[in-house]
């Protein structure tokens, strides 16, 4: 079974960018569809964007044409490449793992966009 770690969450300005890495230690990451999602304080978590084993993508539409997800199946690693941050965006920002009835979360981390 997967087990997922992100990393790379922070304080940032408006504006500036950041680049989430969710690594995945067990077999056959290649298969799961990845994804990230988030949840600000006070309210739900929401999906942000999913990438299918064939590489499909689903954004949401807050983060189209500013968020890039991305995958290196070589090195069991999902990227989250976020531009043009609000703080908005600012939320807990949570790497998922999904294939078939099976799903698994990684334990957040914490992206923090100020003014």
């Known amino acids: 079974q997967v087990q997922l770690v992100e990393s790379g969450g922070g304080l940032v300005q408006a504006g500036g960018s950041l680049r989430l890495s969710c690594a995945a230690s067990g077999s056959f990451f290649s298969i799961y569809t990845m994804g990230w999602y988030r949840q600000a304080p006070g309210k739900q978590r929401e999906l942000v964007v999913d990438?299918?084993?064939?590489?499909?993508?689903n954004y949401a539409g807050s983060v189209k044409g500013r968020f890039t997800i991305s995958r290196d199946n070589a090195k069991n690693t999902v990227y989250l490449q976020m531009n043009s941050l609000k703080p908005e965006d600012t939320a807990v920002y949570y790497c998922?793992?999904?294939?078939?009835?099976?799903?698994?979360w990684g334990q957040g981390t914490l992206v923090t966009v100020s003014l």
């Open positions: 998922n793992a999904h294939y078939r009835n099976l799903e698994i």
């Open positions: 990438m299918t084993s064939g590489g499909s993508t």
